[in-house]
């Protein structure tokens, strides 16, 4: 089945212990990006990767790092979290860059105490 | 990217067509319009996408006005388990490929 796998979907952490959210799609998809959602502000696109080595910031960038060294996988680090970092956060796939539409992982919850 | 208006909710009886209005005056002509659907929490979900022709697949149908100033998602026969949150988004083939998402539409599907 095509999907986009992120993990873990739930995780509680505490600020400043640095953790890795992992995000792998089977369909390879050139294209890769990292969104969060809170309340309010609805989704925001963090980091993008246009293919393996080659990633940019999106609009919320701050405090997040990203690597593309398969295509596959595009791991969400965050080095030291906080608080403002607690959110749904959702990786998305496409051949394209969305042309032909996004497959999304089902989420993962983060909160940082 | 052009900026899109929807409202903020809508109703709809188990079994009967929803049409899901919205505006996007500013489109420019290389601008595509996207639908995709949040149920609850879950990953957002690709509906369909258009540029100026009605498309349709097996999910649901695309209208859009002559002049691209407005859309409406179509779904046929609509169950409970189409409530959500839909979005409408407009983005260009020259676009980063940055979704960007508004507050969408809530539909409540009802018995």
């Known amino acids: 089945e095509a999907q986009v796998t992120q993990n873990p979907r739930y995780l509680i952490t505490v600020t400043g212990k640095k953790l890795t959210v992992t995000c792998s799609q089977n369909?390879?998809?050139?294209?890769m990006s990292w969104y969060r959602q809170d309340p309010g502000l609805g989704l925001r696109q963090i980091y993008y990767?246009?293919?393996?080595?080659?990633?940019d910031k999106g609009d919320v960038p701050e405090g997040y790092k990203v690597s593309r060294k398969e295509k596959r996988n595009f791991p969400l680090i965050l080095e030291s979290p906080s608080p403002n970092q607690t959110s749904l956060y959702f990786c998305?796939?496409?051949?394209?860059?969305?042309?032909?539409?996004?497959?999304f992982g089902s989420g993962t919850r983060l909160t940082v105490v | 990217d052009a900026k899109t208006t929807q409202p903020t909710s809508m109703d709809c009886a188990e079994g009967r067509a929803a049409n899901l209005p919205c505006n996007h005056s500013?489109?420019?002509?290389?601008?595509?319009v996207y639908w995709y659907r949040q149920i609850h929490s879950q990953g957002p979900q690709y509906i369909i996408h258009?540029?100026?022709n009605n498309e349709t697949n097996e999910m649901a149908s695309l209208i859009i006005t002559e002049d691209r100033k407005s859309s409406t998602l179509i779904l046929p026969h609509a169950t409970l388990r189409d409530t959500a949150v839909y979005y409408c988004?407009?983005?260009?083939?020259?676009?980063?490929?940055?979704?960007?998402f508004g507050q969408g539409t809530t539909l409540q599907v009802k018995p």
């Open positions: 998305a796939s496409s051949p394209n860059r969305g042309l032909l539409g996004y497959t």
């Open positions: 990767s246009m293919n393996v080595e080659v990633t």
């Open positions: 258009g540029l100026k």
């Open positions: 369909m390879n998809h050139e294209y």
């Open positions: 988004i407009v983005m260009g083939s020259s676009n980063t490929g940055k979704l960007i």
């Open positions: 500013t489109i420019s002509g290389n601008e595509y």
